[in-house]
C-alpha cells in the first residue's frame, strides 16, 4: 500500500483523488487578514515587531541614524540614487533643528521626484518577468516594450490607487488605457518563426503563450503559480485544472504582439506626426500630377496611382521568388481602410504550384498579421511564370494605392540591427478589373522608375518623403 502511495504521488494523481473528496478548501492565504496589535512606546510600528525578534535573538538595536545616513539611506530606497552633496549639508542644518519635520519633508521630497516612479516600477516589472526581449531561443528585441514600463512609471508618480492600477492593466483598453494591457503579454513566447509550419506545434505555441498569460496574473496579483494546474489538480494551492482552463478562457482572444503608443491628441509627437504627414502630402501632390510613384517607408513600399474602381486586382511580380506577409489596398475613403482583407469578404488566389514546400498558402497575404508567417513562392525551374496574387472584392472597389511587405513586424520592432531585414521582392506591376471586366495596369515599379529619371522633381520629391518617414 506505501508503494501504492509513493507512485500515485510521484504521478501527481494524489491532488485527483483529493479534489475528488471534495472537502471544504481553508487555505491559509485565503483567509481574511488580521492586523496584529502594535505594542506602545514605539515611533514606527515596525519597530516593535523587529526589537521584539531581536530581544529573541539576544541583538540589541542599532541606535538612530545620523542626518547623513538617513539621507542617504531614504534617497537610495525610494528613488535608487544617492543625495547630491548639494542636498546633505541643507539636510543636516534643518535635521539638527527639527529631525521629524525635516525627515517627513525629505520623504514627501523624494516621492514628488520622477525617479521614484522609475525606481519603484522596476519591483512590479521584475515580478511580472518584463523583458525588452521575447526571452525565446532566438530573443527578438520587444520595440515597443518601453511604452508599458513608461505606463507603470506613471503610475507610481501619479499614485494610481492599486485596484484602478489592476484594472487598467486586465482591461485598459475599455478604460482608455491601452497601454496598460501590456503586462499580459510581458511574459517570455516562442515567436511563430520558431514555432514552424507544423498544426501540432502552432496549436502547443498557443497553448504555451497562453500559460505565460495566466502565470504573469496569477503569481503578480494572486500569488499563486497556477500553471501547474495545467495538467493537473495543484498540489499544494487549492487551484483545480478546471479552475485553470475557466482562467483561460477568460484571456483566450489575447495575443503576443507589438502596441503602438496611444497619444492624445495634443500630445508633442501626435502633433509632430501631424506636421510630418501634412509635409508629406505637399510631396505627393507633386507627384500626383505626374502618373503614378513608390515609396519606401523601410517596412514595406507603398504604390500609389490614381484613383479607379475595380472589381479585383492583380499584382506580378517580376522575380522568381517573393516572401510577402501582407498585401493591403486602400481607396481615397480612409474609412474603409484595408479592403483587402479577407476579413471584408476579399478572396485571394495565386498560383499554387509556386508555394514553397511546407510554407503557408497565398491566403496569408490578407490574413490581418505581419511578420514570419508568410507567403513564398519560387518560379518552377525552367519556368518563365512569376509568382502572382489575385485579390477579388466581394463589391467594386474604389482604390488608389497598395502596400506590400515581406516581414513588417519585424523590420518595426527590430532597431538595434546593423543590417535591416530586406523586402524579398523588387519589380511588381499592380492591375485593376474595371467595371466592364477589363484589365488596365494601374502602376508599375519599371514605368515609375522611367518617369522619376525623365522628372528629376519627382525624384527630389520622393527623397523628401522618404526623409520625413524616417523621422
Known amino acids: 500500500v506505501k508503494r501504492l502511495i509513493a507512485i ?3 504521478t501527481g494523481l494524489t491532488s485527483i483523488i483529493w ?7 481553508k487555505h491559509w492565504s485565503f483567509q481574511p487578514v488580521k492586523r496584529s496589535a502594535v505594542p506602545k512606546g514605539v515611533v514606527q510600528p515596525v519597530d516593535a515587531f523587529l526589537n521584539a525578534r531581536l530581544k529573541i535573538a539576544g541583538v540589541k538595536a542599532n541606535g538612530p541614524a545620523g542626518a547623513r545616513d538617513l539621507i542617504r539611506r531614504v534617497a537610495v530606497v525610494l528613488t535608487g540614487l544617492p543625495p547630491t552633496p548639494e542636498r546633505v549639508l541643507p539636510f543636516e542644518r534643518v535635521f539638527a533643528k527639527d529631525p521629524d519635520k525635516s525627515y517627513s519633508a525629505l520623504v514627501e521630497e523624494l516621492l514628488a521626484s520622477e525617479h521614484f516612479g522609475e525606481r519603484w516600477a522596476q519591483h512590479w516589472l521584475d515580478v511580472i518577468r518584463w523583458a525588452e526581449t ?3 531561443e532566438a530573443n527578438l528585441y520587444r520595440k515597443m516594450a518601453w511604452v508599458y514600463r513608461d505606463y507603470v512609471i506613471r503610475s507610481f508618480n501619479e499614485d494610481v490607487p492599486y485596484d484602478q492600477f489592476v484594472r487598467e492593466q486586465l482591461a485598459g483598453d475599455t478604460m482608455g488605457r491601452g497601454e496598460a494591457t501590456g503586462f499580459l503579454v510581458s511574459g517570455p513566447h516562442v515567436p511563430a518563426a520558431t514555432v514552424g509550419q507544423i498544426p501540432e506545434a502552432i496549436r502547443q505555441a498557443r497553448a504555451d503563450r497562453m500559460d505565460e498569460i495566466i502565470q504573469t496574473v496569477a503569481s503578480s496579483l494572486l500569488g499563486l503559480t497556477m500553471n501547474c494546474a495545467r495538467c493537473h489538480d495543484h ?11 475557466s482562467m483561460a478562457a477568460i484571456f483566450q482572444d489575447i495575443e503576443f504582439g507589438s502596441r503602438s503608443p496611444e497619444f492624445s491628441k495634443d500630445h508633442p509627437r501626435h502633433l509632430k506626426g501631424k506636421a510630418l504627414m501634412k509635409e508629406i502630402e505637399a510631396q505627393r501632390k507633386i507627384m500626383r500630377t505626374q502618373g503614378p510613384w513608390q515609396e519606401d517607408w523601410g517596412g514595406y513600399r507603398q504604390l500609389h496611382f490614381n484613383a479607379k474602381k475595380v472589381k479585383a486586382v492583380r499584382i506580378n511580380f517580376k522575380t522568381p521568388y517573393v516572401a510577402i506577409d501582407e498585401l493591403e489596398i486602400f481607396g481615397p475613403d480612409q474609412k474603409l481602410g484595408n479592403v483587402a482583407l479577407a476579413s471584408k469578404g476579399t478572396k485571394v488566389s495565386g498560383p499554387d504550384k509556386m508555394n514553397a514546400r511546407g510554407r503557408s498558402g497565398v491566403w496569408r497575404i490578407n490574413d490581418g498579421e505581419y511578420g514570419t508567417m508568410v507567403w513564398r513562392a519560387n518560379t518552377p525551374k525552367g519556368s518563365e511564370e512569376k509568382p502572382w496574387a489575385l485579390l477579388e472584392f466581394p463589391e467594386p472597389r474604389q482604390i488608389n494605392r497598395v502596400r506590400i ?3 513588417r513586424e519585424y523590420y518595426f520592432e527590430t532597431d538595434y540591427l546593423v543590417n535591416k531585414p530586406k523586402l524579398a521582392f523588387s519589380h511588381v506591376v499592380v492591375e485593376g478589373q474595371g467595371i466592364d471586366g477589363k484589365w488596365s495596369t494601374l502602376a508599375g515599379t519599371y514605368y515609375i522608375d522611367t518617369l522619376n529619371k525623365k522628372h528629376p522633381e519627382r525624384a527630389t520629391a520622393l527623397a523628401k518623403i522618404k526623409l520625413l518617414s524616417d523621422r
Open 19 to 25: 479534489a475528488a473528496e471534495d472537502v471544504p478548501e
Open 134 to 136: 521575447n526571452g525565446s
Open 235 to 245: 498540489k499544494f494551492d487549492p487551484v483545480s485544472i478546471d479552475d485553470y482552463y
Open 405 to 407: 511587405s515581406s516581414n
Open 8 to 10: 500515485i504521488s510521484m
